[in-house]
């Protein structure tokens, strides 16, 4: 499974932007990019996905370099409600078994103060 | 229901019995699958299935786990002479579609403790 690097741990204050950082630079071009994020007690929450182009939602936005070797999750206004462990996970769409297998790692514990 | 629905929600068990945990997906999704999570860590893929067909049991650490979807919709993880390293919580989650832009919706899980 191609593998992503995060940050442990990231903090923010309240209101501001937050941009969380993901090096994967073994991706191959069937790979999509998925965020997920974990609040205290609950499990996995999906938050945004994008193969190659810069993706936005309701909860955030996806920016994918042009290599693909890198991206980042921005959250545009913090809040305490958004305080969790964020994970980057490289999902392969060209191999059918493997696709429900999700590498989640340790992600990114992201604290926001009031 | 309106999400996943997992049960029990704490299992604790002796070493050596068999537990069975249960897994009651989002009406209509295709696709089922277990994960386990330690504490402090991601959660670890264990297995999943579209519709009643176990597609990759890769994950599963040992045969005394196994797991089964008869009827395409609720599934059941079991574990065979529970030790107490199979203490986790034991996560479950579907998704609408087999692909890779159908997003996976979890459920809050099953806390297995082997003493």
């Known amino acids: 499974d191609a593998k992503t690097t995060q940050p442990n741990s990231m903090e923010s204050n309240e209101e501001e932007p937050v941009h969380l950082p993901c090096n994967h630079s073994t991706i191959s071009g069937t790979d999509y990019i998925h965020w997920y994020r974990q609040l205290p007690s609950q499990g996995p929450e999906y938050v945004i996905h994008g193969l190659t182009s810069n993706v936005n939602n309701r909860m955030a936005s996806l920016a994918i370099a042009e290599d693909r070797k890198s991206s980042t999750l921005i959250l545009h206004r913090a809040t305490l409600r958004d305080a969790a462990v964020y994970y980057c996970i490289l999902r392969d769409s060209g191999r059918g078994s493997t696709l429900g297998r999700l590498y989640f790692g340790r992600g990114t514990q992201l604290t926001v103060w009031p | 229901g309106a999400g996943v629905s997992q049960s029990p929600r704490y299992k604790v068990t002796k070493r050596g019995q068999d537990v069975a945990l249960r897994c009651d997906p989002i009406?209509?999704?295709?696709?089922l699958y277990w994960y386990r999570q330690a504490l402090g860590q991601g959660p670890e893929f264990l297995t999943y299935f579209n519709y009643e067909a176990q597609q990759d049991k890769s994950g599963l650490p040992n045969d005394r786990f196994s797991a089964e979807r008869p009827e395409g919709s609720i599934s059941t993880l079991t574990i065979q002479r529970t030790e107490q390293r199979d203490s986790a919580m034991y996560r479950c989650?579907?998704?609408?579609?087999?692909?890779?832009?159908?997003?996976?919706?979890f459920g809050n899980g099953t806390r297995l403790t082997v003493t």
């Open positions: 009406s209509g999704h295709v696709s």
């Open positions: 989650a579907s998704s609408l579609q087999a692909g890779t832009n159908s997003p996976l919706h």
